[in-house]
């Protein structure tokens, strides 16, 4: 078959539709074109353990893109992701937490512009059964505008002794955060 080239596909009424192909077919994108969702994305972990004072919430250091679609996470200074388009994100996490000492509360949280926006928490009831180590997941939507909103990811322990949050490797990450663009 052939190639058509153009600069606009409109339809022919005002608000029509405009339909490539009949059910079933499959359309292929070129290498590096993107798709209107599900950008930007990234997705990033901590490299190496964190430590931590108890019983303080504590911005986690994710320094370690494993992608970044459109340079949105700052993984050297802020470590924060301000997404350039607006619309809702499906944003996920885990964080690791250890303590050296028994392990008497921990609790995974993300902040949206430096506000406490969704969090996960364990509280062991009774010390005679302490961990030393947990891993809390969190995942949430949130609504983002594309211009100044930015999501970071804290943590939390309170323990005996030896806080800290689990570093990883390419191969085991242990704390980890991303997101992406789910639609308007």
Same mark, same amino acid.
């Given at each position: #078959?052939?190639t058509?080239?153009?600069?606009? *596909?409109?339809?022919?009424?005002?608000?029509?539709? =405009?339909? !490539?192909?009949?059910?079933?077919?499959?359309? %292929?994108?070129a290498?590096g074109?993107k /798709?209107? $969702?599900?950008?930007?994305?990234? &997705?990033?972990? +901590?490299?190496?353990?964190?430590?931590?004072? /108890?019983?303080?919430?504590?911005k986690?250091?994710?320094?370690t893109? =494993? $992608?970044? %679609?459109?340079?949105?996470?700052?993984?050297?200074?802020?470590?924060?992701?301000?997404?350039?388009?607006?619309?809702?994100?499906?944003?996920?996490?885990?964080?690791?937490?250890?303590?050296?000492?028994? !392990? &008497?509360?921990?609790?995974?949280?993300?902040?949206?512009?430096?506000?406490?926006?969704?969090?996960?928490?364990?509280?062991? =009831?009774?010390?005679?059964?302490a961990?030393?180590?947990?891993?809390l997941?969190?995942n949430?939507?949130?609504? #983002?505008?594309?211009?100044?909103?930015?999501?970071? !990811?804290?943590? +939390? *322990?309170?323990?005996?002794?030896?806080?800290l $949050?689990?570093?990883?490797?390419?191969?085991?990450k242990?704390?980890? $955060?991303?997101?992406?663009?789910?639609?308007?």
């Open positions: #078959m052939g058509i080239k153009t600069t606009n *596909i409109e339809p022919i009424a005002d608000n029509g539709t =405009v339909t !490539l192909g009949s059910s079933g077919d499959q359309f %292929t994108l290498t074109a /798709s209107s $969702f599900l950008y930007p994305a990234f &997705e990033a972990y +901590l490299s190496a353990d964190q430590s931590i004072s /108890s019983n303080t919430n504590t986690v250091e994710i320094d893109e =494993v $992608f970044d %679609t459109d340079n949105c996470y700052d993984n050297s200074t802020n470590y924060r992701f301000t997404p350039t388009v607006a619309g809702k994100y499906y944003v996920y996490a885990d964080i690791q937490h250890y303590g050296s000492g028994d !392990l &008497e509360a921990a609790r995974t949280k993300i902040y949206k512009n430096g506000t406490e926006y969704r969090n996960t928490a364990i509280d062991p =009831v009774n010390a005679s059964n961990i030393n180590a947990s891993n997941s969190i949430t939507i949130i609504d #983002m505008n594309g211009s100044s909103d930015y999501l970071e !990811l804290f943590g +939390l *322990i309170q323990s005996g002794a030896g806080q $949050f689990r570093g990883g490797s390419p191969g085991v242990s704390t980890y $955060f991303g997101a992406y663009r789910i639609g308007s």
